[in-house]
């Protein structure tokens, strides 16, 4: 790939990644020091919701009626401005249902972004497996810098975080004008509202390892959901301060894992590659549950591991076996069933796991955090059982929508 698109490409990436990272990751402590701990599990939940409706709508749009750039672009201005007016009413005290309606307001417009630069990233390669690792690393590496901006500027439970937030969008929207080379959009006049809606996606289903795939990592995507509103409240417990760095531990491995994907796609099944992702869930947990600095540590890191193997690779199984003109709705699609199905169960039920395992003396993290493993452990148990694969050898046929 030629380093002026490399670098374009994964500077759209590395801007998102900061602007998601500035919001998510203080967003637990940023709630609780404003007196808004009964909304975190709903607040969280936003996005969930906001998953089942508007990634499929515009992914629909970005395949059929408007360029995927300028689709990002509208969405990147809605979320500078929802977010930054979610923020004012987090700090000048508004009701907790009103702050709750307007970071709804906020999920609905970021929700559809990540999956429509991905589109336009995977778009543009010609050789999926080698060259979307390392540019997706660059959202990483976006992620950690967000997480290191926050707590540099002393905003792991403030709301500067979020009115910075709304300042990265404002560029990760200017930036989108750079963008260019993209393929012609395809043009349709007669759209049932299914196909308007982005339903005509749940098609994709209908193959059975597409169908294996969707739902592992739905699936995995449940106890996943704990880990950002958790994992900085047990870091805290055990001491630590400037939790929004720490956290950032996970991204050095996952930026480790993708460089080192395209190595292993070549050599190893998917199969495996997702085998993996889920083993490294469990041990994930498992070291989180041993309450101690180093495990907590040391789960934290394990989470860059096993969300690389899990979702990246889920991302690049979609760009290969699914055909081109349904690639932004798989990609839709798939943010449907981890942001919108995974995390809406995830954060309302672990929410009410968390809140099982908390008493007036404190959280029992243990036992926490090993439920969680636990169900990682059914999740891979029936990732094997029921995906069949087929190969290494796969190269998608151009009339293939399904894979094979």
Known sequence: MHRTQFAELGALFLLQGVAQAIWLVPLSPVLEAHGLSVIRPYAFAASALAAFVSPLIFGAVADRQASPVQVLRGLALATAGTMALATTAIYQGWPPGMVLVLIQLHALATAPAWSLAS???????????????????????GWMAGCWLVSALNADASTRAGYSGALVWLIVAGFTYCLSGLPAVQSSSHLTWRERLGLDALTLLRHRDHRVVFLTIALFSIPVAAFYPYSPLHLRDLGFHRTSAWMSLGQVLEVVTMFLLGGLLSRWRLKWILTAGLGCGVLRFAFCALDQKLGLLAGVALHGCSFSFVFVTAQIYLDQRVDAAWRA??????????????????????????????????????????????????????????????????????DDVFGA
């Open 119 to 141: 589109t336009i990233v995977l778009a543009r390669l010609r050789d999926t497996k080698h060259e979307f690792g390392p540019i997706r690393a660059m959202a990483t590496l």
């Open 329 to 398: 709705r798989a990609q839709a699609l798939m943010s449907f069933v981890t942001v919108g199905v995974g995390n809406l169960t995830g954060y309302l039920g672990t929410g009410g796991w968390f809140a099982w395992n908390t008493t007036a003396a404190g959280t029992d993290w243990p036992k926490f955090w090993s439920g969680l493993s636990l169900a990682v452990v059914g999740v891979l148990g029936y990732f094997l059982m029921a995906y069949r694969g087929i190969g290494k050898g796969f190269r998608r046929k151009p």
